[in-house]
């Protein structure tokens, strides 16, 4: 008898508020810097394809010229123009980075920086909230006092942690007396870190979704652009098995490439970050994306530029 296939699971819910998303998430992290009619039209399209949680940052915009909290303020402004698309989704934020200090995770700063969130946002509660990074001055405890409050006070459904280690996580969950509902680490075919540094194991013991920020490795994995020699010698080796598994499944290298982070039981929600409605689209398609045991190996042996023993 054949191997069965691997594939990702369809449907998650969030924690103990139950609320009910999709297998891949769309990301803000690009958003600002669009009108408000080009902006729905993402959120929209995204939605549509079953991207229903939606993820943005309180420091989304520094890049662009709405600065820090434009993507919040512009997806406020899309909630807007047409209120029921905040129930149509599972919203997500973060804080705790400020520019140039960098960290803050004191009880009195997240207190204010979810606050400017809610506002910006024009919402009246956060379905996920994550620390962006973890702050090495504030108190385990400290930070726990803040998400428990914020919690309480019904600003926040769930709670959950971005950039942090493994013992990171463990320290703040020992404050807590609800679960983390998730970890947030850059996770991709090209930088596979959390397979080995403990994230995605912790995400299965403690029950934490694994959300994987810049899946598509920034676009590396698609555009192929990059100086470094050694990295493109990986690039091209972990392309080329991506591109066996499109062809098989009959979708785009992009697709496979979030397929390869979904398939792995510590529930991956891959974040798209393409600014482009059709993009957008495409990459949907990773939810029905099959491989095989063997073709997700040999896609982890490409990456290292070795083989496991
Ligand atoms: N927690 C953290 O510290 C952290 C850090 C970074 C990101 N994030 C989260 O992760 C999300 C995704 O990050 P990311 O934007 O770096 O993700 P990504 O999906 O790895 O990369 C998106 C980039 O790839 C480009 N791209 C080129 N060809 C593409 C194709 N065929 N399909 C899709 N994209 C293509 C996009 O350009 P076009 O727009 O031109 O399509 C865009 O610039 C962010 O929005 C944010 O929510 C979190």
């Not at 920034?218 to 010698?233: E, V, Y």
């Not at 398609?285 to 896609?299: C, I």
């Amino acid at each position: 008898m054949s191997e069965p296939l691997l594939h990702a699971r369809q449907k998650y819910t969030l924690g103990q508020s139950g609320l009910a998303f999709g297998p891949v998430a769309y990301g803000c992290w690009r958003f600002a810097g669009s009108d408000v009619s080009a902006a729905k039209e993402k959120i929209e399209v995204a939605l549509s394809c079953g991207m229903t949680l939606i993820d943005t940052a309180d420091i989304y915009g520094l890049d662009s010229p709405a600065g820090f909290g434009g993507a919040e303020e512009l997806l406020g402004q899309v909630f807007k123009a047409q209120p029921s698309l905040r129930y149509d989704m599972v919203l997500a934020s973060k804080g705790g980075i400020i520019p140039g200090v960098p960290y803050n995770s004191t009880k009195a700063y997240l207190m204010r920086a979810c606050e400017a969130s809610l506002k910006r946002l024009r919402t009246d509660t956060i379905d996920l909230y994550q620390i962006h990074r973890p702050d090495m001055l504030a108190p385990f405890e400290e930070v726990a006092d803040a998400l428990a409050t914020l919690r309480a006070q019904g600003k926040i459904r769930e709670a959950g942690v971005s950039n942090y280690s493994a013992s990171q996580f463990r320290a703040l969950q020992a404050h807590l007396d609800f679960p983390l509902a998730s970890h947030q680490p850059e996770f991709s075919a090209l930088e596979l870190t959390p397979l080995f540094d403990g994230v995605l194991d912790q995400c299965q013991e403690a029950g934490a979704f694994a959300l994987a920020w810049s899946p598509l490795a920034g676009g590396l994995l698609i555009n192929g652009q990059t100086d470094d020699p050694a990295k493109a010698k990986r690039l091209y080796a972990v392309s080329a098995v991506l591109d066996e598994i499109a062809a098989a499944n009959s979708v785009s290298r992009a697709a496979a490439a979030l397929a390869f982070t979904m398939v792995h039981p510590a529930r991956v929600i891959p974040i798209v970050g393409t600014q482009t409605p059709a993009r957008i689209k495409d990459t949907a398609a990773a939810a029905r994306v099959k491989m095989s045991r063997a073709d997700w190996y040999r896609v982890v042996e490409a990456s290292m530029g070795e083989h496991l023993p």
